[in-house]
């Protein structure tokens, strides 16, 4: 009879990377001090017995890292594992757990490259387990409620925290002390209460089965910088990724990714060596970057994130940069994805 019961449940993998959720204070009180990326996997499946009630799971420990230190190559290894795992019948959906600090950019390069309508669910958490009120147990649960719903296929990637089913294109880290930390200037695509799903939007944007990019073809993600805009800002960072070997720079601008007029001509500069310039904005709630608005882009050449912050820019850059070296076609990209 159990045998039974066990096999209606989904089959959900969880692929753990460190970060919070896997943290470790002194005390109880300790909800901002503490060391990320301790507890391994298997203990932190058994911190949340309930899992079992709602699925199958088990777990990999794929890194063991406080996110801020997630690498390009990163990126790479969890994004094969993942596709690995979703070509394989035996899994329904997969939930890789992260450090919160870039957990926003790793659920929009695997929203990007994963060819699957499998549930992919990326969750974090805002204080360690060993502090009152950890977030971790409850937003690990709702994880794995969201990648066993059949519901939540072909939505794209994933991120539930704090209650809320978020795509993993656009949210991002909004707060950095509270539980409610993620937002997507676009709102939530739904919420999760008590291991159901209810969703109220769709993405619009391209993703996963509907993307032309595949973690398969990929090898090596180019390097892609970012620098950023403020008062009395000069042309030494620009150069320094140049120098680097950025193949794009991503330019976190003020308000509508305006640019300082000490800084246009060195871009102009780097555009004609064929380093591709893209203008984005660092402003807090959700920055709107248009063509030819702010700077001639056409006459410049240069592309626009329009609403993807830097660091989701960074991403789709890195990848996009991956098939064409055309400012025409990354524009294109910009706009569709
Ligand atoms: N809340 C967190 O997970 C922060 C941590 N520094 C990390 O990103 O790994």
Known sequence: EEAKVQKKLANVVILATGGTIAGAGASATNSATYTAAKVPVDALIAGVPQLKDIANVRGEQVFQIASESFSNDDLLKLGKRVAKLARQDDVDGIVITHGTDTLEETAFFLNLVEKTDKPIVVVGSMRPGTAMSADGMLNLYDAVAVAGDPSARGKGVLVTMNDEILSGRDTGKAVNIRTEAFKSPWGALGMVVEGKSYWFRLPAKRHTSGSEF???????????????????????????????????????????????????????????????????????????VLRNAEQPDDQYDWVVAHDLNPQKARILASVALTQTQDSKELQRIFWEY
């Open 214 to 288: 595949d973690i398969e073809k990929i090898s090596a993600l180019p390097r892609v910088d970012i620098a950023y805009g403020y008062g009395n800002v000069d042309e030494t960072a620009y150069r320094a990724f140049a120098q680097s070997g950025a193949k794009a720079i991503i330019h976190a601008g003020t308000g509508n990714g305006s640019v300082s007029s000490r800084v246009v001509p060195v871009l102009q500069e780097l555009r004609k060596d064929g380093i591709q310039i893209i203008r984005s904005s660092h402003v807090n709630q959700g920055g709107f």
